[in-house]
C-alpha cells in the first residue's frame, strides 16, 4: 500500500497570503490528523477529521482551517499568514476510528516558510 | 489533559551502548502509549505501541519499552545503538475519549558516535 503523501513538499509563502495543502491518507484509512512541528513548540495536535467531520480541534487560531473529503483526502488552510506559522505540517492517518492503539501513520510533512 | 515528559532533549551514546531514552506521562489512568521515531526531513516512524497486552514491548529496528504503572513510565531501550539510530524520538499519549489525537514529549535528539 501506500503511504500517506503530503502535497506540496516544500512552500514559500509571504506574511498576510494564505496557503491550502493537501493529504492523502492510506487507502482504506478515514480518520486524517494534522500536527504543527516547529523548534520552539515542538508537535502540536491541529485537529482531526473521520468521515468528512471534524472530530476533534488543537488550540490554534480560527486562521487554520481544515476539511475532509468524502475519499478521505484532507486539505488544511492557513489564512493570514504570520511569520510564526513557518513549520513542518504533517499529516496522519489511521484506520478505523484512529482512537485507542490505532498506529497513526504520518506523511513525509509540507515545509511551509512564511518570510 | 495528559502530558508527556521526555528527559533529555539530547543523548549521545557510543556504537554498541545501551540505549535509553526516557518518557514519563502524568495521569494516573494509564493512557495508550506510543514511541515514534524522525529521521531528518521524514515524518514520524511508529517504532512500537504499549497495548496492555504485556509491560514489555517490543518494537522494530531492537528497540523495547517497558510500560511501568508505579512509576508512570514508559522509557525506550535498546541494548546496543548502531549508527543507523541517530535520529530524533517522540514518546506520545492518547486519552481514552481524545479520538487520534496523539500529546508529544518535546523529542529527545540521539547522536551514535562510532
Known amino acids: 500500500k501506500a503511504g500517506v503523501t503530503q502535497t506540496p513538499r516544500y512552500l514559500i509563502k509571504t506574511r498576510g497570503q494564505q496557503v491550502t495543502l493537501s493529504c492523502s491518507p492510506i487507502s482504506g484509512h478515514r480518520s486524517v490528523s494534522w500536527y504543527q512541528q516547529t523548534p520552539g513548540q515542538g508537535l502540536q495536535f491541529l485537529f482531526e477529521y473521520f468521515s468528512e467531520t471534524q472530530r476533534n480541534k488543537g488550540n490554534f487560531p480560527g486562521r487554520f482551517s481544515g476539511r475532509q473529503f468524502s475519499n478521505s483526502r484532507s486539505e488544511m488552510n492557513v489564512s493570514t499568514l504570520e511569520l510564526g506559522d513557518s513549520a513542518l505540517y504533517l499529516c496522519?492517518?489511521?484506520?478505523?476510528?484512529?482512537?485507542?492503539?490505532?498506529?497513526?501513520?504520518f506523511g513525509p510533512g509540507t515545509r511551509l516558510t512564511v518570510l | 489533559a495528559q502530558s508527556v515528559t521526555q528527559l533529555g532533549s539530547h543523548v549521545s551514546v557510543s556504537e554498541g551502548a545501551l540505549v535509553l531514552l526516557r518518557c514519563n506521562y502524568s495521569s494516573s489512568v494509564p493512557p495508550y502509549l506510543f514511541w515514534y521515531v524522525q529521521y531528518p526531513n521524514q515524518g514520524l516512524q511508529l517504532l512500537l505501541k504499549y497495548t496492555s497486552a504485556a509491560t514489555l514491548v517490543k518494537g522494530i529496528n531492537g528497540f523495547e519499552a517497558e510500560f511501568k504503572k508505579s512509576e508512570t513510565s514508559f522509557h525506550l531501550t535498546k541494548p546496543s545503538a548502531h549508527m543507523s539510530d541517530a535520529a530524533e524520538y517522540f514518546c506520545a499519549v492518547r486519552e481514552e475519549t481524545s479520538g487520534s489525537r496523539l500529546t508529544f514529549g518535546e523529542g529527545t535528539q540521539l547522536t551514535v558516535n562510532p
Open positions: 496522519a492517518s489511521s484506520p478505523g476510528a484512529g482512537g485507542g492503539t490505532d498506529t497513526q501513520y
